[in-house]
């Protein structure tokens, strides 16, 4: 199999698992506003479990003996951290400017693997990750609540979701099914600590929604693991912003909200950062391939 069949691959899963994100993230925006982020952090993992536990079964990947336990403590910490911040900050902002934040990710996760992972980001790199920001910037038209005090636990929500993208290369080599069990079982056991403090009964609706929460968020955790196992991670970041198309085309289909020029104008600029990545890194390619 040749190198960019892998790396393929990895683009392919990594843009599935940015949809799976932004579908978790509208689900998740709803239950907030009625239960806590610990106990939707708790029911979650309960529902993921449903469907790690046959494949962990089939699959037995190695769960206590796991590599690098440090990383991988902080690879949950991180991640949990992330969606604290996330909830939270969107109780108080509007979801838009949270995800304005959370575009700054790639530009984070960029930064981190250079120093965390080695990794060489070329030019070009920068510059698509730079121009699909500002994409998003325009799409979003940030409000005067983006300078709030919740724009802080934003930023690093943004940042811990960075750090967790960036550990997850660093720890390709570990079982996909390990790191998602352990991230899982992290999560919901801090989310288990927050209950004697904030526990609202579900109606059994949203219990099952809690529920599909945590397997969106299982199989978000699997593509985008596997897909940093195969690829780069600074260059599956500029994709990233593909979330904006989502939410974009979610809000059409569910609640019949028509897109608005700057949406449309923000997109095409997103769009335009993706090509321009594709066309430099093909030229990158063509120009380290041996000849024949």
Known sequence: MSA??????????????????????????????????????????IGAAFVLAPMA??????????????????????????????????????????????????????ALSAPLLGERVERFRWIAVMIGFVGVVIALRPTAQLFSWASPIALMGATTYALCQTLTRKLRRA???????????????????????????????????????????????????????????????????????WAALMGWIVWRDVPTWPIVVGNAVIIAGGLYLAIAANGVNARAAPPD
Not at 18 to 26: E, I, Q, S
Not at 80 to 95: E, G, K, N, V
Not at 215 to 234: D, E, G, H, K, Y
């Open 57 to 110: 079964l089939a699959l037995k990947p190695a769960l206590v003996a796991v590599e690098n336990p440090t990383l991988q403590s902080l690879r949950v910490l991180a991640m949990a951290a992330d969606t604290f911040a996330f909830y939270w900050a969107t109780r108080s902002m509007p979801l838009a400017d949270v995800m304005t934040f959370y575009m700054a990710a790639p530009l984070i996760m960029t």
């Open 175 to 245: 079982h996909w099914l390990q790191l998602t069990i352990w991230q899982f079982a992290g999560g919901g056991l801090i989310g288990a600590a927050t209950l004697p403090f904030a526990w609202t009964t579900p109606t059994p609706f949203d219990l099952v929604l809690m529920a599909a929460v945590g397997i969106v968020s299982m199989l978000c955790f699997i593509l985008i693991a596997r897909a940093l196992a195969l690829t780069r991670a600074a260059a599956l970041a500029p994709l990233q912003y593909s979330a904006i198309l």
């Open 4 to 45: 960019s069949r892998p790396a393929s691959a990895g683009v392919v899963l990594y843009l599935t698992g940015v949809f799976l994100f932004a579908l978790n993230d509208a689900l998740g925006k709803w239950l907030v506003t009625d239960y806590g982020v610990g106990q939707l952090m708790f029911v979650r993992s």
